[in-house]
């Protein structure tokens, strides 16, 4: 069989992970768009919601939905607690010391994990059971729909919170221009703690859903949450819309790569992809509203 | 650069008064600094000097040496990114991907080609700054996370080539049996031995950085680090110097990568990722940035930690993490900046007086 076989089976496979890219990108941009800050600890969210309704499954005995709802909470709860402890206190500190402190929080969240969870690989049970659908010649798994449609459903309400209420107009407003939000009354604090939370619970919805599919493991975060960087940075930065374009076309370009070089090299191409963006449109595919304006 | 209001004492300061009045007699005194003749040596340099020749005679623990050997290799990747980081103004996460580039060349060119290891060593430096030329030309002109974000792609994309190209890298295995570094006949075969190595090299590379930020091309860093648009309208091609630093930053990484390589006679792609970018950086920062003692005090003391947390297994890295933002929120500027500022001023107050009046007579 050549290649090109593949090519639709591997296309719906990007897909899936492509929204999984989106869901983890839309943290960062949520982040981003109330302050300047890039959390590196974003794609720890993912592991955590994984592994926290893992063993409220397992150990709690929980049900399902029940279990997922707790874990969402509990990540919540720690993406406050992240700033709290760690962001707030360096909220005037420069671009080096914030990232060398996202990252040692994504060391010591991932190895905490390990600590108390165990390293073993972890999996989900899927929501409706594993028996394939076969479209055409395609073969889906029933997860893989739960996953679209979950992206589908927070692009929504993440759209409604930043454009049609008070709060997303004013985690904007702090972004666009912090001394004029504080003028008007705006807890440029408040916003980044919010932001926090929402990008958290992202995160681990993203992480829930996912884990049936892959398997998640104490580590896996670092690289889902700089996969999701890139993504967002592909879309265009800053832009809710360009990291779900970017998440997609990069879970696409890398699902397919795998038909025509060596399956080893495969997270690779997501960075050479990040830098040929970087390099030719730094802007991403949609544009973003902060490279021109920022310079960064 | 310092605020006026770091001066003032607080109440708690004195938790780290007591066990750090000894390191205020020796840090250098940041109200003397504009007023000293930069090019002198000074008394405290033959301390530091003599420090470091006597250690490892009066400690002859052969752990403790191993330890000084990691930490003079890890002070030269250190004060290659303060150049760039601290200098510059610049981020690099990709710091360890030129050090890998540097254990791998000499790795490769001592066990597959027989190269005698001095020419490995300048090989390492060279091939690594010559990819950091090629890497850095298209890249430099991201900035703050962007850069950050650019370099760390560069490492991961070292680190997948490494571990697929089998044939020339041993891919996850590795290569062994690289040999001790010799040179004319004498074999540094000893942890004794390799440490008066590094530390020759590291002290090379330091009166080198020294000089160089005494140039017109340091003081050209400096000044693309406080504004690129002030620097660009004084006729510095900010370009051209932020490729400067980050060429010169891969070459000692490379001088590092060679060391290590025939330090520990193995090479393995685990030893170069994201861990040890970050672990760099902490250095720099943790040292002062801008500062060039600073970077190798944020060496020995980061090796030292990581060695101290090595031995409570499972919970290291948890624990490592932890001190590490615990030291950032704590130490922003630098462990180094901060004691100069508070501890310093406050516990030499009046014997630095006296000196200082005798300087500016």
Same mark, same amino acid.
């Given at each position: 069989m050549t290649p090109w076989a593949y090519i639709p089976q591997l296309f719906s496979a990007g897909i899936t992970i492509g929204a999984i890219y989106a869901l983890v990108g839309l943290g960062f941009v949520t982040i981003a768009r109330a302050s300047q800050i890039i959390n590196f600890a974003q794609g720890e969210f993912v592991m955590l919601g994984a592994m926290i309704t893992f063993f409220l499954l397992k150990g709690g005995g929980l049900p399902y939905p029940l279990a997922a709802l707790v874990a969402v909470i509990l990540v919540v709860i720690i993406g406050f607690l992240l700033h709290i402890t760690v962001l707030y206190p360096l909220r005037k500190a420069s671009i080096p010391i914030l990232l060398m402190a996202t990252l040692g929080a994504s060391i010591f969240i991932s190895n905490t994990t390990a600590l108390v969870f165990g390293t073993l690989p972890r999996t989900l049970p899927a929501f409706l059971g594993n028996q394939p659908l076969q479209i055409g010649g395609i073969f889906i798994v029933p997860q893989s729909l739960f996953v679209l449609g979950a992206t589908f459903l927070l692009l *929504?309400?993440?759209? @409604? @919170?930043?454009? /049609?209420? =008070? @709060? +997303?107009? %004013?985690?904007?407003?702090?972004?666009? $221009?912090? @001394? +004029?939000? $504080?003028? =008007?009354?705006?807890? /440029?604090? =408040?916003?980044?703690?919010? %932001?926090?939370?929402?990008?958290? +619970?992202? +995160? %681990? *919805?993203a992480g829930i859903f996912i884990t049936p599919i892959f398997y998640t493991s104490y580590h896996a975060g670092t690289l889902i949450g700089l996969k999701g960087f890139v993504a967002a940075v592909l879309g265009g930065w800053g832009k809710n819309s360009g990291a779900i374009l970017g998440g997609f076309v990069l879970g696409v370009v890398e699902s397919l790569s795998i038909a025509f070089i060596p399956s080893g090299y495969k997270d690779a191409v997501a960075f050479v992809i990040l830098l040929l963006i970087l390099y030719f449109r730094p802007k991403g595919i949609l544009g973003s509203p902060f490279i021109d304006s920022r310079r960064w | 650069m310092v605020d006026t209001n770091q001066k003032e004492f607080r109440k708690r300061d004195l938790l780290y008064v007591v066990p750090l009045w000894l390191l205020s007699l020796i840090l250098p005194d940041p109200h003397l600094d504009h007023l000293r003749k930069e090019s002198r040596f000074r008394r405290r340099d033959l301390f530091y000097l003599g420090g470091l020749l006597l250690l490892p005679l009066m400690w002859p623990d052969t752990h403790l040496h191993h330890l000084m050997v990691l930490a003079g290799i890890n002070a030269i990747l250190a004060l290659g990114l303060s150049l760039f980081l601290g200098y510059a103004g610049q981020i690099s996460l990709g710091h360890a991907a030129f050090f890998g580039i540097g254990v791998y060349t000499t790795a490769i060119l001592t066990t597959r080609y027989g190269f005698p290891t001095f020419v490995a060593f300048w090989a390492s430096a060279l091939v690594s700054a010559a990819l950091a030329y090629l890497i850095g030309k298209p890249i430099l002109k991201l900035k703050g996370y962007f850069l950050a974000l650019a370099t760390l792609g560069f490492g991961e994309i070292f680190l997948v080539i490494v571990r697929e190209s089998h044939s020339l890298t041993g891919g996850v295995i590795g290569i062994f049996g690289i040999p001790w570094f010799s040179l004319a006949g004498f074999s540094?075969? !000893?942890?004794?031995?390799?440490?008066?190595? !590094?530390?020759?090299?590291?002290?090379?590379?330091?009166l080198f950085s020294k000089n160089l930020i005494r140039s017109k091309i340091g003081r050209a860093f400096l000044a693309v680090a406080t504004s690129e648009d002030a620097a660009s309208t004084v006729g510095i091609k900010v370009a051209q110097i932020k490729l400067g630093a980050f060429v010169i930053g891969a070459a000692f990484a490379g001088f590092a990568g060679s060391l290590f390589a025939c330090v520990m006679s193995t090479a393995n792609p685990e030893t170069f990722g994201l861990n040890l970018s970050v672990l760099i950086i902490m250095m720099v920062i943790l040292g002062g940035m801008g500062n060039l003692y600073g970077p190798i005090a944020g060496a020995i003391f980061l090796t030292w930690l990581v060695d101290i947390l090595g031995k409570y297994q499972e919970y290291s890295l948890p624990i490592y993490g932890l001190i590490l933002i615990l030291l950032l929120i704590s130490f922003p500027d630098g462990i180094g900046t901060r004691l100069n500022i508070r501890l310093i001023y406050l516990i030499s107050y009046f014997g630095r007086k006296k000196r200082r009046e005798k300087a500016e007579l």
């Open positions: *929504i309400s993440l759209y @409604l @919170l930043s454009h /049609r209420t =008070l @709060l +997303g107009k %004013a985690m904007e407003a702090s972004s666009t $221009d912090p @001394l +004029g939000a $504080d003028l =008007l009354g705006i807890s /440029r604090n =408040l916003m980044v703690f919010l %932001a926090f939370g929402v990008s958290a +619970g992202m +995160g %681990a *919805i | 540094f075969d !000893t942890y004794l031995k390799q440490y008066y190595l !590094t530390w020759g090299v590291l002290i090379g590379l330091l």
